[in-house]
């Protein structure tokens, strides 16, 4: 078995992981080095959607809270420009520049807020309202693709791994633990990392996702609102 010795000898007798990544074969690294860039670029989305989450639930309670308190819009409106993270928020300003837009209607005198004129506001919420969900899905998708082809691809890398491992034990002739033990390890290696990618993946995504769908029936619930208070206004110059 002259092919026995080598490969027993480039391995170390109590190899580590990095031992394990170093030995692996051009395709098993070229597995772990896009499980690793798919790990990296879930969590940054992970700690940046964290953040602006975050961030936007503190301005919608804040700012829902001066609303049903009875504050005039114009000094609602005022206050809203410090708060530029809350699709609620948002989708007040944009109302708020519409009714102010048909109040003028090009001729420099107030105009009732007919049926017409509710209508319009009523259809420009709602396209912002798509707008801002768009915003705030914004990357959800790269941390569904990671959670659900990560576990696949780390397969795919163990699969290969094994069939080298016994493809180098079948031309060395060796059949003992210490020849194909490594190997198996090296290759298993990809399987866990397919896991440390996809499991924070999967369960970022569903709890931003959780968040979105709150969000949205904040903002379904907002344009309510909105649109009743103009309606009960409507006898009036806006």
Not at 57 to 69: V, Y
Not at 115 to 123: E, F, G, I, P, W
Not at 220 to 234: A, N, P, S
């Amino acid at each position: 078995m002259p092919f026995a010795v080598p490969l027993v000898a480039t391995t170390p007798a109590n190899p580590s992981v990095i031992d394990l990544v170093m030995q692996a074969g051009p395709v098993g690294k070229a597995t772990l080095l896009i499980l690793l860039v798919a790990s990296i670029v879930s969590w940054g989305i992970i700690l940046e959607r964290a953040r602006t989450f975050r961030r936007a639930r503190r301005e919608t309670q804040a700012f829902l809270a001066k609303f049903h308190s009875g504050s005039r819009l114009s000094d609602l409106r005022d206050q809203a420009q410090k708060w530029t993270r809350s699709p609620v928020v948002g989708l007040f300003k944009a109302a708020f520049h519409e009714v102010s837009q048909l109040a003028m209607d090009g001729t420099g005198t107030g105009r009732t807020l007919d049926d017409d004129a509710v209508q319009d506001v009523t259809r420009m919420i709602s396209r912002a309202a798509a707008t801002n969900l768009r915003d705030i899905e914004r990357s959800l998708t790269f941390l569904a693709t990671t959670a659900a082809t990560a576990p696949f691809i780390g397969l795919f890398g163990t699969v290969w791994g094994i069939m080298d491992a016994f493809h180098r034990i079948g031309l060395s002739g060796a059949a003992n633990i210490q020849a194909y033990a490594p190997g198996i390890a090296e290759a298993l290696i990809a399987t866990a990392a397919g896991l440390a990618a996809a499991v924070p993946a999967a369960v970022a995504y569903n709890y931003f996702l959780r968040q979105v769908r709150i969000m949205s029936i904040e903002m379904e619930e907002f344009e309510y609102d909105f649109i009743h208070l103009l309606q009960k206004r409507r006898r009036r110059p806006a």
